[in-house]
């Protein structure tokens, strides 16, 4: 797989958090490159490609990288959604520069991880400023999808100001995918168990998009510039952007244009059915300190009824016609698409949707979707009437049981009704996608989950996690089993009730210690047994740094010493009674 080099991303790419420059200032950057030199905005255009790697570790160390936050508006209602954090860079000397010239000296130098930190860090904090629900969203380069530990960060920088985490927007380039697609997979399903939102930038740049989409947890798609910006006058581009959208719409996703420049653009952007803009004709790029003038915008877009945007997106073509438009973007493509007459018979198919069938497009035409796959379709028929009762069905996961050597299947099955010009239903437009390894891939991980609580529910011993500030945040059922105390009563200091009255004092100076001083904990106490009797048990624990040495956490476990401490005494007897034999 060959990937362009890092100058040829610097000219082509749209510029944003730890990947490129944004899409707004991206033909300026590329005019500035090539004349040599120019200011703009308070931006000095001339110099971005002379940073060197020395010059982006001291802007580190002057803490000089900051966000900038572009607004994402609803189209029909101009309101602001929410924000994509782009990087700058506050240079002494060069005023703000952007990330063309930095990012790819970070990356090479292998301080893309702490410039992407001291980013998120002030993003958050400055996003304190969003009403709900405004989200936050951030773009992910190729590099950082190699960091296993990125949903950890992530999660760490919100919750230091409580950000929270169904309010992430993590937006991930195709490019990045065909790098790292193994890692993507795993980073993905860890941030959407935090609860962060997955969109897939520049979509329709692309063959693989939609491999994408089947292989990842996505909640948005947004729909790359090169085809908003010639939407007006290129019929092409108008078609890829429609299909795109309703792509979107067939399996409830989200839909982002990018590059948004003139109300035509978005007038033609909201007539297609997208939902949201992004671009310079809602605001361009403000430090945190123009932040709440932002948030409060608002610029619908508004419909002209004689518009020659009316002219040009046809709401009468046949919709076999429209979906015609789709099988030339993707035929091939592995997500199944077809076209239904209300008589639920097969109009269009594509490739891949005959295939899930298990028979060629040829014999899918002008027969019922009972007759091809009798199987399933006693699941499909309530979701098929009400497309044709006028609702959208929005992935619906339909599992197809293991039949002649076939193993079972599972997919993810969204109808969208087509109506004419008399908002009559005249079909149904349908988006399959395979999801079987990705629920075969959960599985195994609650399958792994379940192993491993089993493993800690029966360990003798007693695994236990502190904060910062030296509260329980989990203590391990095996706890629970020995003291009777519920998990919840034991969070904070609540443990502490379960010890020995003349150990508790002792107990809580040793923790305090170790929180003042940093070294490790190790005490031993006696705890109340459900039955009654005291047992004494070691607690050693260690705390977790980090990247600037600070304590975030304390692990640890508990032993049962009980049967240690009974040896010990009964030598401790013997030896007194040694002493007193007569000679």
């Known amino acids: ?93 060069l005023g703000v520069v952007l990330p063309g010239a930095f990012v790819g000296v970070a990356e090479q130098a292998g301080v893309i991880g702490e410039l992407t930190g001291m980013l998120m860090q002030k993003a958050f904090r400055a996003a304190t400023l969003l009403p709900e629900p405004q989200w936050l969203a951030f773009n992910v380069s190729p590099y950082m999808l190699h960091d296993l530990t ?50 897939l930038d520049d979509f329709g740049t692309g063959y693989s998009s939609l491999l994408h989409l089947q292989s990842l947890p996505f909640d948005g798609l947004k729909v790359d510039r090169s085809f908003v910006g010639s939407m007006t006058e290129n019929r092409e581009s108008r078609k890829i952007v429609s299909a795109v959208v309703g792509l979107g719409q067939s399996l409830g996703l989200t839909t982002v244009a990018e590059g948004v420049e003139t109300g035509e653009q978005a007038e033609m952007l909201l007539l297609l059915g997208c939902e949201m803009g992004q671009g310079w004709l809602f605001g361009k790029p403000v430090p945190a300190e123009r932040l709440s003038d932002a948030i409060t915008m608002r610029a619908p877009v508004r ?57 060629p497009v040829h014999s899918h035409l002008g027969r019922l979707v009972s007759e091809m796959i009798p199987g399933v379709y006693p699941q499909l028929e309530i979701h098929l009437q009400r497309a044709l009762g006028g609702a959208p069905v929005h992935a619906v996961e339909i599992t197809r049981e293991a039949d002649d050597g076939r193993p079972e299947e599972t997919f993810l099955v969204s109808y969208l009704p087509a109506f004419d010009e008399a908002n009559e239903v005249v079909g149904i437009s349908v988006a399959i996608v395979d999801v079987t390894t990705r629920r075969r891939t959960e599985a ?38 020995i003291t009777g105390m519920s998990e919840e009563d034991s969070r904070g200091r609540g443990f502490i009730r379960g010890l020995h009255p003349d150990d508790q ?27 009654g009797e005291w047992r004494w048990i070691r607690s050693r624990g260690a705390p977790r740094h980090d990247k600037d040495g600070k304590i975030i956490r304390w692990y640890g476990s508990a032993d049962d010493v009980e049967t240690q401490k009974q040896l010990e005494e009964e030598l401790r007897r013997r030896a007194g009674e040694d002493r007193f034999l007569p000679i």
């Open 444 to 481: 195994a991980l609650r399958e792994s989950e379940d192993h491993y609580r089993h493993m800690v529910e029966l360990s003798p011993q007693i695994p236990w996690v502190l904060d910062e500030h030296g509260m329980a945040t989990m203590i391990s059922p095996r706890w629970q089993q």
């Open 505 to 531: 004092e002792r107990v809580t100076e040793s923790i305090e210690h170790s929180l003042r001083t940093g070294e490790p904990i190790d005490v031993e106490c006696r705890v109340r047994a459900a039955s």
């Open 303 to 359: 419909l002209r009824p004689n518009s020659s945007v009316w002219r040009d997106i046809s709401y009468n073509s046949p919709p076999g016609q429209r979906l015609s438009h789709l099988q030339a973007l993707y035929d091939g493509a592995p997500v199944g698409l077809a076209f239904l007459s209300p008589e639920l018979r097969y109009i269009s198919i594509n490739q891949q949707l005959a295939a899930m069938n298990g028979a």
């Open 1 to 93: 797989m060959h990937f362009p080099s890092r100058s040829m991303q610097l000219a082509e790419e749209p510029e944003r958090l730890l990947a490129a420059y944004d899409c707004a200032d991206r033909d300026r950057f590329d005019k500035g490159a090539r004349t040599g030199g120019y200011f703009f905005g308070g931006v000095r255009r001339g110099s971005l490609m002379h940073m060197n790697a020395e010059q982006v570790r001291a802007g580190l160390r002057n803490n000089e990288f900051v966000p900038f936050f572009q607004p994402v508006v609803v189209l029909h209602s101009g309101e602001v959604a929410g924000m994509e954090v782009l990087a700058r860079w506050q240079h002494g000397s």
């Open 150 to 199: 990125l949903p950890e960060r992530i999660l760490e920088a919100a919750t230091a100001v409580a950000f929270p985490l169904d309010r992430v927007v993590i937006e991930i380039t195709e490019s990045a995918l065909l790098e790292n697609l193994q890692h993507a997979q795993a980073i993905s399903m860890e941030l959407k168990t935090h609860g962060c939102r997955l969109a």
